[in-house]
């Protein structure tokens, strides 16, 4: 497995990912968004054959915050570790960059990644009744950047 940064061309990929993957529905645009926000945030994990297999878009809330603003890993391949080295090469990214805590939000009832993180030392600060456009609720975890576990 390779990790590296994204660019313009794994785009296309990176959204069928997404759109398999994630619950709500984003407009492409918002992964070039995302990618003109903060390049190095934005990050891949390719097979040895080179196709990208899964993504995390990491956004800039503030001088020492960092969000895990979309994580996923293709269905076939997770349960592998790439999700935990997406998760801890965007924490080393915003250590570089002097930031040291990073946050989520994740549906309430997506027990397997809050457990995912929660095994990665984040904890539950706060509900958030209503935060998705369907009405769902989400929670938000907060961890540190430095915590690399
Ligand atoms: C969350 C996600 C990114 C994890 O990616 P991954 O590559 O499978 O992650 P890893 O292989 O590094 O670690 C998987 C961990 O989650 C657990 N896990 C993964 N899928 C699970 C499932 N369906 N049920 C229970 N546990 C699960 C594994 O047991 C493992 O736990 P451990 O290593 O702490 O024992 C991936 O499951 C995914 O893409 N989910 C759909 C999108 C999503 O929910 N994104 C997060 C929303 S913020």
Redesign the pocket.
Known sequence: MIIRQMSEEDLPRVYAIAMS??DEYYLPEVFSYFLNQWPGGQIVACSAAGKVI?FICGSRLGPDRVG?A????E?Q??????????LATLRRRAVTEGAYTVQ????IE????I??YR??GFIIAESLPMFYSNGGDAIRMIGTTVQNS
Do not use: M, T, Y
């Not at 391949?77 to 997406?86: A, D, F, T, W, Y």
């Not at 997506?110 to 990644?113: F, H, I, M, S, V």
């Open positions: 993957s994630l899964g895990i979309l994580l996923a890993v269905r391949n997770r349960c592998q570790g790439i999700g935990s080295e997406l989520l939000e994740v549906r997506n027990k397997a990644a457990d995912f095994a990665r």
